[in-house]
């Protein structure tokens, strides 16, 4: 898997956000290999901790929405409130589980109501450990990468699960440890990057939420972080950064794709890459001019037209995109690859809408 350099798209990055959680529930095992037999170039974990400091993929450390614990009455008791990067959180959390308690519970689907399909498979998979991902990735037939997400670092760390130097040599162990590896690093913080950026040589990429700021240091916002001065500030310590879509492209009044903004080509002249998330199939996550009819039920939850969504963005100049459906993504890089190809689809497209 050669290495990317900013801004030089020799090759799109389509990478499995949390597996192809459009068809399986997300961070399972069942998930991420779906997504590498779709053609994903990473697939990407969301990593938390348990009690006894091994990494589990799940999408928050309160796991009541994407597991069966509520069902297991020997955990009852711990059910509790937190206050995680300062908001109050009530449910089961990680942190007060071992690896072996957790490995009791089983997965279910996130977003029922918009997936119902994904719940015919609840209650199938475990919660997936870090290494268990790792060999997935590193037994499949064809290169293919991880990009794990530390979440809520500084949390962890105030009680006592510090991620960073963990995870790094985790992720050494496993032959990781240089910038030409398949492996990124993300976070929404600044901090735990900066501190992986004196631990390791592995790329390293700044979330970005379209609005407030990161938990760890709650006076710098993320409007701030993409201005120029603020990309150049973000390329001292990572080597990408991850946007909300929308920040990259905004939606018209009409609620379609609008014109690109200032952030990809400010964030190249930084040196950093640009991989926006995170595309959806679902009409719900759509814009309003690639929405479709596919499937039943609710027209909100119905499929639409995500190849042509993520091909505007690649044509933009993204270096990769997160998505739900890395196969709708591994045809839009097809595409993108072949402009000659493109053009004819589209006059085809033209020639069906005059007759």
Not at 10 to 18: E, G, K, S, T, V
Not at 68 to 85: G, L, M, Q, S, V
Not at 250 to 273: E, F, I, N, Q
């Amino acid at each position: 898997m050669p290495p990317v350099t900013a801004g030089s798209q020799p090759d799109p990055l389509i990478i499995a956000h949390r597996g192809a959680s459009a068809e399986r529930p997300e961070h399972t095992l069942a998930a991420y290999s779906l997504a590498i037999e779709q053609g994903a170039d990473y697939i990407e974990p969301d990593l938390v901790m348990t009690r006894d400091g091994v990494f589990v993929a799940r999408h928050e450390n309160e796991i009541s929405g994407t597991t069966d614990i509520a069902d297991h009455p020997e955990f009852a008791d711990r059910r509790t409130t937190k206050a995680i990067d300062g908001e109050e959180v009530t449910g089961w959390f990680t942190e007060d589980f071992t690896l072996a308690e957790l490995r009791t519970l089983r997965a279910r689907e996130r977003l029922p109501q918009l997936r119902p399909g994904n719940t015919e498979y609840d209650g199938q998979f475990p919660i997936p450990t870090l290494d268990e991902i790792i060999a997935l990735a590193q037994g499949a037939n064809r290169p293919v990468g991880i990009i794990p997400e530390i979440k809520h670092p500084s949390y962890f760390r105030s009680i006592g699960l510090p991620m960073e130097e963990a995870l790094v040599a985790q992720l050494e162990a496993a032959g990781y440890d240089g910038p030409d590896d398949p492996v990124f690093i993300q976070s929404f913080e600044i901090g735990p990057l900066a501190r992986l950026d004196i631990l390791t040589d592995i790329r390293l990429v700044q979330l970005i939420a379209p609005s407030g700021s990161p938990a760890d240091v709650p006076d710098t916002s993320y409007a701030q972080m993409i201005t120029p001065a603020g990309l150049e500030a973000v390329a001292t310590y990572a080597d990408a950064i991850g946007p909300e879509k929308g920040l990259v492209i905004p939606l018209d009044d009409m609620g379609a794709l609008g014109d690109p903004t200032m952030l990809l080509s400010d964030a190249h002249r930084a040196g950093l890459l640009v991989i926006p998330w995170t595309f959806r199939p679902e009409n719900y996550f759509l814009p309003a001019n690639l929405r479709g009819q596919m499937g039943e039920g609710p027209r909100i939850r119905r499929r639409g037209d995500v190849a042509s969504e993520m091909l505007v963005f690649l044509q933009a100049g993204v270096d990769g995109v997160f998505t739900d459906a890395p196969e709708e993504g591994v045809y839009a890089a097809y595409l993108f690859e072949r402009p000659q190809l493109m053009r004819e689809l589209e006059e085809e497209a033209r020639r069906n809408g005059e007759n």
